[in-house]
C-alpha cells in the first residue's frame, strides 16, 4: 500500500513570494492533516480535514496561509507571501477516524516538504 | 501544551534494550498512549499503542503502569537505523481530538 505522498520535497524561495505544498493521502483515509515541524520541535498541527471540511483550522495563520481538499482527497497547503519566519517543514498525515472500527486514527505522515525562505 | 514529559536525549548501546520512559500523570481515562518516531529527515512513523494492557507489535513493547501515569517504549535490540527522535502522544481513539506533539526523546543508539 502506497503511503502519504507529498511533493515537493525541498523548496528553496524569496521572501514575499508564493509557495504551494502538494499532498496525496493514502487511498481510503478520510481525514487529513497538515502539520508544520521547526527544527528542534514536535509537530504542530496547522489544520485538519474531515473529507473536504476544515473541522479544525484554528492554528492556521489566516492571514498569509490557505488549504484546499477539493473533493475530499489530495490537498494544496498554500502560503502568500512567505516569510522568513515560514522557513520550517511542512508534513502532511492521513488517517481513517470512525466508530467501531479496529485501529482508527492512527496518524500516518508524509516525508514532508522543506521549506526555507530567503 | 503536550500531555507528556519524556527525557530530552538517551544513548543505547547496540544490540541492547531501549527503555524510554514518558509521564502521563494527567490521563484520562478514555485516552490512549501512542508512540510515533521519527527518522532524520523523515515524517513521524507509528510505533504502537495502548490503553492499559501491556502491547506488543512487531517494532517495539509498550508497557503501562497500573496507574496509567506513566508508560515505557521498549526496543527489545536496539539497532542503529533506531536512532530517532521518539514521541509519546496521549489521545482519545477514534476521534478528532488535536494530536500535540512535545519535543520528544532524541535516541541515539551507540555501536
Known amino acids: 500500500e502506497a503511503g502519504v505522498v507529498q511533493s515537493p520535497r525541498y523548496k528553496i524561495i524569496e521572501k514575499k513570494q508564493p509557495v504551494a505544498f502538494w499532498c496525496n493521502p493514502i487511498?481510503?483515509?478520510?481525514?487529513l492533516y497538515w502539520y508544520l515541524q521547526n527544527l528542534g520541535q514536535g509537530p504542530e498541527l496547522l489544520i485538519r480535514?474531515?473529507?473536504?471540511?476544515?473541522?479544525?483550522d484554528s492554528q492556521l495563520p489566516k492571514d498569509r496561509f490557505s488549504a484546499e481538499r477539493l473533493k475530499g482527497v489530495d490537498s494544496t497547503l498554500k502560503i502568500q507571501p512567505a516569510e522568513l519566519g515560514d522557513s520550517a517543514v511542512y508534513l502532511c498525515?492521513?488517517?481513517?477516524?470512525?466508530?467501531?472500527?479496529?485501529?482508527?486514527?492512527?496518524?500516518?505522515f508524509g516525508p514532508g516538504t522543506r521549506l526555507t525562505v530567503l | 501544551d503536550a500531555k507528556t514529559t519524556q527525557p530530552p536525549s538517551m544513548d543505547c548501546a547496540e544490540g541492547r534494550a531501549a527503555n524510554l520512559p514518558c509521564n502521563h500523570s494527567?490521563?484520562?481515562?478514555?485516552?490512549?498512549v501512542y508512540w510515533y518516531r521519527q527518522i532524520h529527515s523523515q515524517g513521524p512513523q507509528y510505533i504502537i499503542h495502548?490503553?492499559?494492557n501491556n502491547e506488543t507489535n512487531e517494532m517495539a513493547s509498550l508497557i503501562i503502569t497500573e496507574d496509567r501515569k506513566s508508560s515505557t517504549l521498549i526496543l527489545p535490540h536496539a539497532t542503529l537505523r533506531d536512532t530517532a527522535v521518539y514521541y509519546c502522544?496521549?489521545?482519545?481513539?477514534?476521534?478528532?481530538?488535536?494530536?500535540?506533539f512535545g519535543p520528544g526523546t532524541s535516541l541515539s543508539v551507540i555501536p
Open positions: 498525515a492521513s488517517s481513517l477516524v470512525g466508530t467501531g472500527v479496529a485501529g482508527t486514527d492512527t496518524q500516518y
Open positions: 487511498s481510503g483515509h478520510n481525514t
Open positions: 480535514y474531515e473529507n473536504e471540511e476544515a473541522v479544525d
Open positions: 494527567t490521563i484520562s481515562g478514555n485516552e490512549y
Open positions: 495502548g490503553l492499559k
Open positions: 502522544i496521549v489521545r482519545v481513539k477514534t476521534s478528532y481530538d488535536k494530536v500535540i
